[in-house]
């Protein structure tokens, strides 16, 4: 007995058109995501490395980068001796101790490479640097060799754009600074042993002011307000999934008791449907801020250091602008939700569909890096132009605040659309859904419906 | 308030799976009459009531209310609308007191009309006590009370009801005309649609039957009734006719003799010859068939040929009208 019934169960559900759905649709949305996740990696791969290998300008005051690039050329030379003497006596360069020498010189010759601007003065870089031509100019001061500290200059300082350049600098100073500095066998083995100029020098980091000043810039404090907005738009993500179920129940509730007809007879169904998700999405987010001030000793106490420590930068426009976009972002995914719950047949299919809904926001939590160098680049702008993806990845841009306003209201306007939009098909979904007396209402069923009402 | 459907179709599906549910269906309703949309279970009759509420749209034809084409599609038609669905819930984990006044607000009512009008209202229908708890603690004829409270909470000019009677115990079988009666009277529009013709003898002023989404009978109910019945009279069961000057024949039912009379006779001639023979009359009244009966033979008709042709009979209303 027990075996009919499990063979009838198993059966009936395998043979549900939802099932079916889930099964081999699920991995197709989710491999479409990776694809796009690809595309995204592909296309930041470029806008990352070129953020990271910025054009840079040096300002060297000391001589020492000229003297590592006279060494250089020096061991160029070496090498290309080296070379040829072996290729007289026959022995093979690319084998034991002479391939090392030779590598150890190839290696030192890349190095030294120099692919930075020179400039003669300080000032003339930094005109350079105002008018884009260079993204960063590293100013090597006079009195390096007693502070060892180098000088950074950059129109906006971003937490991973142009890391590069100083450092890149710095392994020419290395080298500068074993050719040319007096130094006793056991101090040139300790600056070796550090190696390749690693804390041997400390950068300052300056950024262009609004009144065209350059100023000094607190990094741990700028660190903190980078990172700020990524763990909002984390929190966003959480919040949502726990949003989606209040959602999810919302629309199963009128299914499940039947009254939804009267309520069509009532309102129309989008408004409807807008009213729940604004209604319920403001029931979530007074719970995140309940849960908020639950915890407010904790967020306020961190935030009393970090104000008392590291001077932390409340940056008015972008703050609003961020809790503009969480709010939109919200019911952006709350109204996708709400199709989903008039989607589903169950609240446990609901559900699983929603998963698809729910990764939707992690894909510019990948760009990540690409949205933080890049700003005002193609991928940051489609993700943040792109509802489905926008708020997180706007709330990612405006850590830089370098997001034109206009593209802000641009994002915000298409999200709005989004919202629109979203609502609009889950009401026409839900319409002919909830009128599908008996037969189990499934996307493709749904489509071709949603076509003719 | 005034309806009209002028040719209305709608389908649904495509292809082999395509069903017709509405064919070509034209019929006016005006208010104070309780009108009934008659047939089987698949005739057709939700997908027409959907249509009029807008939560479909039909495929031809044209919707008329209070002579305005598509004027059921304005958000003041629908506040001016009672409509009990065929399938009815309500929410089950709300209490009743805040399932009432949700309806009532998005009815448009603020809080002080809606205790006024829910107060009367609760109390006919027994319900005062419950106001305070949940829904689902109701009993089944309860929540049936309530559904047909909130319904016309809020005084529309027209009600809806689709298949209003299917469910109900008897108490809210009874409440439930009642309520329709009333609002008839009051000058309203009643549209209900029902499969259990009991119910249509004893509620509608007019009615319309549809069968297989064709509209084959329609009219006043008596007008409908007289011109599907061939016998003049009807007598009581004990009392045979047979034999009198003015009857042609006499046929027996269950609880009425169907009396033919012959071409040129009236009632009245059949009311003296069965005095003048001393049969025992306790009951003579004019030929009408059951809208059962009449319901059975035309939608078995139409079933059987092509549902085009209409019936005789339905042709005989037809150009009564
Ligand atoms: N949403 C729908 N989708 C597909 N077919 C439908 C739908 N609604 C009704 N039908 C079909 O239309 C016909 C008429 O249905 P309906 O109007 O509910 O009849 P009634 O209310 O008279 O019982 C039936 O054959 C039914 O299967
Ligand atoms: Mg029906």
Redesign the interface.
Same mark, same amino acid.
């Given at each position: 007995m027990t075996g009919t019934i499990a063979k009838y169960e198993f059966l009936f559900t395998i043979k549900r058109p939802g099932y079916l759905i889930l099964t081999f649709g699920l991995p197709v949305i989710l491999g479409m995501y990776a694809g796009f996740i690809s595309l995204i990696s592909v296309a930041t791969a470029g806008a990352m490395a070129s953020g990271l290998s910025a054009q840079i300008g040096v300002v060297d005051k000391t001589g020492l980068i000229e003297a590592a690039e006279q060494a250089a050329e020096e061991a160029e030379a070496t090498r290309r001796a080296t070379e040829e003497a072996a290729a007289t006596i026959g022995a093979d360069p690319k084998s034991g101790k002479l391939k090392s020498q030779l590598d150890a010189l190839e290696a030192m010759v890349r190095e030294v490479i120099p692919d930075a601007q020179r400039y003669d003065s300080l000032k003339a870089g930094r005109v350079a640097l105002e008018a884009g031509e260079i993204d960063g100019l590293v100013l090597v001061p006079e009195d390096y060799l007693q502070k060892r500290t180098l000088d950074y200059y950059t129109r906006t300082w971003q937490m991973f754009k142009g890391l590069s350049a100083p450092q890149q600098v710095r392994r020419q100073l290395y080298v500068g600074v074993l050719e040319r500095a007096e130094l006793t066998a056991e101090e040139r083995a300790m600056i070796e042993s550090r190696g390749k100029g690693e804390g041997l020098t400390e950068t300052a980091y300056y950024e262009l002011g609004l009144d065209g000043k350059f100023l000094k810039v607190d990094t741990l404090s700028r660190t903190v307000s980078f990172v700020l907005p990524a763990a909002v738009a984390g929190i966003l993500i959480v919040a949502l999934l726990i949003n989606a179920g209040f959602l999810l129940a919302g629309v199963a509730e009128e299914k499940e008791n039947k009254v939804f007809e009267v309520l069509f007879s009532m309102v129309r169904v989008d408004h409807l449907l807008m009213g729940k998700v604004l209604g319920l999405s403001a029931a979530a987010l007074l719970q995140l801020l309940i849960w908020g001030a639950m915890i407010l000793p904790l967020p306020f106490l961190t935030f009393l250091v970090i104000d008392q420590v590291v001077d932390f930068e409340w940056h008015a426009t972008s703050l609003l602008l961020a809790a503009l976009f969480f709010i939109l972002g919200f019911l952006f995914y709350g109204s996708l939700f709400v199709g989903i719950g008039a989607l589903g047949n169950n609240v446990k299919e609901s559900q699983q569909y929603s998963t698809i809904i729910a990764l939707l926001p992690v894909v510019p939590m990948v760009a990540f890096m690409s949205l933080l160098n890049s700003p005002n680049g193609i991928v940051a702008r489609v993700l943040a132009w792109f509802p489905p993806t926008s708020a997180p990845a706007m709330m990612l841009r405006l850590a830089t605040r370098e997001v034109p306003l206009w593209d802000a209201a641009v994002a915000a306007l298409l999200l709005i659309v989004g919202i629109w939009i979203s609502v609009k098909i889950a009401a026409r979904m839900l319409l002919v859904g909830g009128m599908m007396r008996g037969q189990s209402p499934n996307p493709l069923k749904m489509l071709r419906l949603l076509l003719n009402r | 308030m005034q309806i009209a459907f002028d040719g209305v179709s709608k389908s649904f599906g #495509?292809g082999a799976r395509r069903v017709v549910a509405v064919n070509d269906v034209s019929f006016e309703a005006a208010g104070g009459t309780v009108f009934g949309i008659l047939g089987p279970n698949g005739a057709g009759k939700t997908t027409m009531i959907?249509m009029l =509420?807008d939560?479909?749209?039909p495929d031809s034809g044209r919707i008329h209310t209070d002579g305005v084409v598509n004027g059921n599609r304005e =958000?003041s038609f629908?506040?001016r609308?009672a &409509? =009990?669905?065929e399938?009815?819930? =309500? &929410?089950?984990?709300r209490k009743i007191s805040d399932v009432i006044h949700y309806?009532g607000a998005?009815?448009g009512m603020d809080r002080d009309l809606i205790r006024t009008r829910m107060m009367p209202l609760l109390e006919r229908f027994d319900l005062v006590d419950s106001l305070k708890k949940k829904v689902s603690t109701l009993s089944k004829g309860m929540s049936q009370k309530l559904q047909i409270i909130? #319904?016309v909470i809020h005084d529309p000019d027209m009600l809806?009801f689709d298949e209003p009677f299917s469910g109900l115990d008897p108490v809210n079988v009874r409440l439930v005309r009642e309520l329709v009666r009333e609002h008839r009277d009051r000058g309203k529009l009643v549209c209900l649609s029902t499969h259990m013709m009991a119910e249509v003898e004893a509620l509608c002023d007019r009615v319309m039957m549809i069968d297989h989404g064709r509209r084959v009978l329609y009219g006043a109910l008596d007008e409908v009734r007289r011109a599907n019945t061939d016998f003049q009279a009807s007598v009581n069961k004990d009392c045979d006719p047979t034999g009198l000057p003015c009857v042609v024949r006499v046929v027996k039912d269950v609880d009425l003799n169907h009396v033919y009379l012959k071409d040129g006779a009236t009632i009245n001639d059949l009311m003296r010859e069965l005095a003048a023979a001393k049969r025992p009359v306790r009951r003579l009244v004019e030929g009408m068939r059951p809208i059962e009966d009449i319901f059975i033979s035309v939608a078995g008709s139409a079933a059987d040929g092509d549902a085009t042709p209409p019936t005789k009979q339905a042709d005989a209303v037809e150009r009564s009208l």
């Open positions: - | #495509s959907r =509420l939560v479909f749209r =958000l629908r506040q609308v &409509y =009990l669905p399938e009815r819930g =309500l &929410y089950q984990k309806i998005l009815r909130l #319904s809806i």
